[in-house]
């Protein structure tokens, strides 16, 4: 069965269109496996699909479900920062990030 992701998306605009809130696509092509989103490495020689919806990489060891890598450079992205700081745990239930602007990029902020 496949999701209806151009109405989701269409929905989500319109609600968020009502309190004002504009919603900004992004292109998520490459997310999932042409970046480690915890270190930021690029190199293909480092980064592996082990299986199918498992990422690896051996610069920083780490090994996550790509589709978690993916939203983590989803947000790198979209926050333009080069790496995401440390979290605790990545997909599961993960420690709370604030971010804050300060009038020219996102920095995390200690809760």
């Known amino acids: 069965m496949m999701f209806p992701v151009k109405k989701v998306v269409a929905q989500l605009s319109y609600k ?5 809130i504009r919603l900004i ?10 970046r480690c989103s915890l270190c930021g490495c690029v190199d293909k020689k480092k980064l592996h699909r082990v299986h199918r919806g498992l990422f690896k990489c051996e610069n920083c060891g ?5 589709d978690v890598n993916g939203a983590g450079n989803q947000l790198s992205r979209y ?11 990545r997909g599961c239930l993960a420690q ?3 971010w804050q602007w300060n009038n020219h990029l996102w920095e995390a902020v200690p809760c």
């Open 16 to 20: 968020l269109a009502r309190h004002c």
């Open 25 to 34: 696509e992004q292109d998520e092509r490459g997310t999932s496996k042409g």
């Open 62 to 66: 780490t090994t996550q479900n790509a």
């Open 79 to 89: 926050l333009r920062v080069d790496e995401l700081p440390s979290i605790s745990s």
């Open 96 to 98: 709370p990030t604030m």
